[in-house]
């Protein structure tokens, strides 16, 4: 048998990780919700992104970057 998926942990685990902003690249935090939602907010620009992870939809976003321009 291969790796396990720690499915479990991963559904009941609300997690936080650090990644790049997809908008300015500095380090945002990537939150995961309940409901399979995951958010990722970016104090630097005020990046902001609601994502439903089951789908990959966009329910939500905000970047100032892009739409003030
Ligand atoms: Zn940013």
Request: glycine share 4%.
């Amino acid at each position: 048998m291969l790796l396990e998926t720690p499915k479990f942990e991963e559904l009941k685990t609300p997690a936080v990780q650090s990644i790049h902003c997809p908008n300015c690249g500095s380090f945002a935090k990537r939150h995961r919700l309940a409901s399979e939602r995951t958010q990722t907010e970016c104090p630097t620009c005020d990046y902001f992104m609601l994502t439903c992870s089951r789908t990959g939809s966009v329910l939500e976003a905000y970047a100032p970057g892009l739409w003030v321009r």
